[in-house]
């Protein structure tokens, strides 16, 4: 049985049972606490092995590939004056783990993971939807 490695991470809809936040801000990045959904996805991603994350976008979701960038001036910024980096913590992958898909169109589910079929390949794969959120207790 082969390892599953690859995640594919459907965030190309339109967001509409959020209007009008998500009007602006794509929903995957709508803060809980102190974190946006698609970074609570990501870390799950990571616990449970997963090396590589293949983002499947649309139109207008620029901000996800942003914020698991380097953000040069922010990052650099926070070091001269001696701030804290932790929170940025988990926010940049290793080169190579993050790939950027564009659904053209917004035709569902099932084509925003079609879309994704060339870097998937034939691997086992998982499929986290980062707008299902759940939290469970440590330890169970």
């Known amino acids: 049985m082969k390892r599953i490695r690859k995640a594919v991470f459907p965030v ?9 936040a998500t009007k602006a801000v794509p929903k995957e990045l709508l803060a809980v606490v102190d974190r946006p959904l698609i970074q609570y996805a990501v870390d799950e991603a990571i616990e449970a092995g997963i090396e590589q994350m293949i983002f499947v976008t649309g139109r207008g979701k620029n901000a996800i590939e942003d914020h698991f960038d380097m953000a040069f001036e922010l990052e650099s910024t926070q070091r001269e004056r001696g701030k804290d980096m932790s929170a940025l913590e988990g926010t940049r992958l ?3 783990n993050a790939v950027f898909i564009r659904q053209q169109e917004p035709l569902g589910l099932g084509h ?5 079929r060339d870097i998937v390949g034939d691997e086992p794969f998982a499929i ?9 207790k440590p330890g169970c």
């Open 112 to 116: 925003a993971i079609w879309c994704a």
């Open 12 to 20: 190309a809809g339109l967001g509409t049972r959020f209007l009008p």
């Open 94 to 96: 290793a080169p190579g």
């Open 128 to 136: 986290i939807l980062p707008d299902e959120f759940m939290h469970g």
